[in-house]
């Protein structure tokens, strides 16, 4: 095992694709780490997926330094990666540089935040501030209000064109990674070929050089996902049996014995 960071993840381009996830607390960060996962976002799909919300939006930076919190000390080679949450970073510049900094204080090793040229002034701030910054391009679930929904980008050439140039804006910015999500895969190939850093793909085809999925959809705990997602686990049947069992075992006396 080696330890992830900017350099090897960067050096990864071309000669190893990465398959990264999510995780939002100790023991599942450790088991992701132990796994050999490189990356491990501490995305703010938290929200949806332990904290009980419909979408990101209600995560705020308390429930992000907690997660990046419980994760980074639980991990040993993974690069963990915090999600700025909505809100920390279209408050201004000089407050947004305040929450990344605090994002890496609690162990972070990088920070990620949604958008494309209008966001490259901010992604130059904190690079130069010596924070590494993951861009997200494509479908950006903190924009789900003006999109409508949660809705598949860059289907038209328009929007392919504006895809294309947000993800090479965030590259010229100094992003070292840059995720596609909901793109259709033509473009994710186009996009991939033409960057020289990392694109990590969600829902965005096969030819990317990394892939996210999140922690609870991959593991079964979800039951309800996306139709790319693959369930390498069906661990909500298990565990909801072994809760029924449980209860049926001290309702019968059986435990404890």
Same mark, same amino acid.
């Given at each position: 095992?080696?330890?992830?960071?900017?350099?090897?993840?960067?050096?990864?381009?071309?000669?190893?694709?990465? #398959?990264?996830?999510?995780?939002?607390?100790?023991?599942?960060?450790?088991?992701?780490?132990?796994?050999?996962?490189?990356?491990?976002?501490?995305?703010?799909?938290?929200?949806?997926?332990?904290?009980?919300? !419909?979408? %990101?939006?209600?995560?705020?930076?308390?429930?992000?330094?907690?997660?990046? #919190?419980?994760?980074?000390?639980?991990?040993?080679?993974?690069?963990?990666?915090?999600?700025?949450?909505? #809100?920390?970073?279209?408050?201004?510049?000089?407050?947004?540089?305040?929450?990344?900094?605090?994002?890496?204080? !609690?162990? !972070? $090793?990088?920070?990620?935040?949604?958008? /494309?040229?209008?966001?490259?002034?901010?992604?130059?701030?904190? %690079?130069?501030? #010596?924070?590494?910054?993951? !861009?997200?391009? /494509?479908?950006?679930?903190?924009?789900?209000?003006?999109?409508?929904?949660?809705?598949?980008?860059?289907?038209?050439?328009?929007?392919?064109?504006?895809?294309?140039?947000?993800?090479?804006?965030?590259?010229?910015?100094?992003?070292?990674?840059?995720?596609?999500?909901?793109?259709?895969?033509?473009?994710?190939?186009?996009? %991939?070929?033409?960057?020289?850093?990392? %694109?990590?793909?969600?829902?965005?085809?096969?030819?990317?050089?990394?892939?996210?999925?999140?922690?609870? $959809?991959?593991?079964?705990?979800?039951?309800?996902?996306?139709?790319?997602?693959?369930?390498?686990?069906?661990?909500?049947?298990?565990?909801?049996?072994?809760?029924?069992?449980?209860?049926?075992?001290?309702?019968?006396?059986?435990?404890?014995?």
């Amino acid at each position: 095992m080696k330890k992830w960071n900017v350099a090897t993840v960067k050096a990864a381009k071309g000669v190893q694709k990465l #398959g990264c996830c999510t995780a939002y607390d100790a023991c599942f960060a450790r088991l992701a780490d132990e796994a050999g996962v490189p990356i491990v976002l501490v995305g703010d799909s938290l929200g949806m997926n332990t904290l009980g919300y !419909a979408t %990101t939006l209600p995560v705020n930076m308390s429930d992000t330094l907690a997660a990046v #919190g419980a994760v980074a000390r639980s991990v040993k080679d993974a690069m963990v990666v915090g999600d700025m949450p909505f #809100g920390s970073y279209q408050c201004g510049d000089d407050k947004a540089v305040e929450n990344a900094v605090a994002i890496l204080k !609690a162990g !972070a $090793d990088a920070v990620k935040l949604e958008g /494309g040229a209008s966001v490259c002034g901010l992604i130059r701030r904190l %690079t130069s501030a #010596g924070i590494p910054v993951l !861009a997200h391009v /494509g479908m950006t679930p903190q924009s789900v209000n003006q999109y409508g929904g949660f809705k598949k980008q860059g289907k038209t050439r328009e929007q392919a064109e504006q895809v294309l140039c947000d993800a090479k804006a965030v590259e010229a910015a100094g992003a070292f990674a840059v995720t596609l999500e909901c793109v259709p895969s033509e473009l994710a190939a186009e996009i %991939t070929a033409a960057l020289k850093i990392v %694109t990590v793909g969600i829902g965005a085809g096969p030819v990317c050089d990394a892939q996210w999925l999140v922690m609870h $959809d991959l593991l079964g705990l979800n039951e309800k996902v996306p139709s790319f997602v693959k369930k390498y686990a069906d661990l909500a049947k298990t565990v909801r049996g072994a809760f029924a069992e449980y209860v049926k075992d001290v309702q019968t006396g059986k435990f404890p014995d």
